[in-house]
């Protein structure tokens, strides 16, 4: 059974740091892909990150300059460093990972107020 562990999230100032954390358990091989995606109250859920199994990464434009998703494919842990966190940035931030099959994290509240 696949299970998404999410760690890192919290109450921060603005243009302070966080990093998440998401580790994948039961899977057999290293994820096709693995991402950060974030809910904010009364909005879609939208993607923020996401990284291939080679290292490819795309970026939603709004974090841009300030997050940066790795990933450690011993591991199957996907991270994701926010620098400079803003009010807007304020969500719950869920992993995703597709492995055959898509899976999901239980979500990991960051909160950015002054």
């Known amino acids: 059974q696949v299970q998404l562990v999410e760690s890192g999230g919290g109450l921060v100032q603005p243009g302070e740091s966080l990093r998440l954390s998401c580790a994948a358990s039961?899977?057999?091989?290293?994820?096709?892909?693995m991402g950060w995606y974030r809910q904010a109250p009364g909005k879609q859920r939208e993607a923020v990150a996401i990284?291939?199994?080679?290292?490819?990464?795309n970026y939603a434009d709004s974090v841009k300059g300030r997050f940066t998703i790795s990933r450690d494919n011993v591991k199957n842990t996907v991270y994701l460093q926010m620098n400079n966190l803003k009010p807007e940035d304020t969500a719950v931030y869920y992993c995703?990972?597709?492995?055959?099959?898509?899976?999901w994290g239980q979500g990991t509240q960051v909160t950015v107020s002054a």
């Open positions: 995703k990972v597709i492995h055959i099959l898509t899976y």
């Open positions: 039961g899977l057999v091989s290293s994820p096709y892909s």
């Open positions: 990284i291939s199994s080679g290292g490819t990464t």
